[in-house]
């Protein structure tokens, strides 16, 4: 993604609902394609981020990663899948990895943008 225009390779966006709950899903296509979905809920008379979501899949290698951050529980699910190279099979192997985050004050949805979510989620996450 071009660091001076967060939404250039955007190829599709989605909104969804329900329960109080609702989510943002932005998508792209480049050397990979992938999305990710942010997930907020009305709690205190506002909107806050308590869930990111991410998937990616390299064109050429077929390897896909997906991540799921809660913010409620502090935890987040990693789990990366690859092709076996054998012509003979459809195999993948697979990896999931569970991880405690940092805890941080949840965002509310007014204080979002492109730079402050990835900074967001720079914290929670010691790895990133």
């Not at 459809?90 to 990895?97: H, L, N």
């Not at 965002?107 to 790895?127: G, W």
């Amino acid at each position: 993604m071009d660091s001076q225009d967060p939404f250039n390779g955007v190829v599709f966006g989605e909104v969804y609902a329900g329960n109080g709950i609702f989510a943002i899903r932005i998508g792209w296509f480049r050397t990979s394609l992938g999305y990710n979905v942010y997930i907020f809920r009305w709690q205190d008379n506002d909107f806050y981020l308590i869930g990111h979501d991410a998937y990616e899949r390299h064109r050429m290698t077929g390897e896909e990663s997906t991540s799921s951050d809660n913010f409620l529980t502090w935890r987040e699910n990693t789990v990366r899948e690859n092709p076996v190279e054998d012509e003979k099979s459809d195999k993948t192997t697979k990896k999931s990895v569970w991880k405690q985050l940092n805890k941080q004050p949840l965002l509310k949805l007014d204080q979002i943008i492109e730079a402050n979510i990835n900074d967001y989620l720079c914290k929670v996450d010691n790895d990133k």
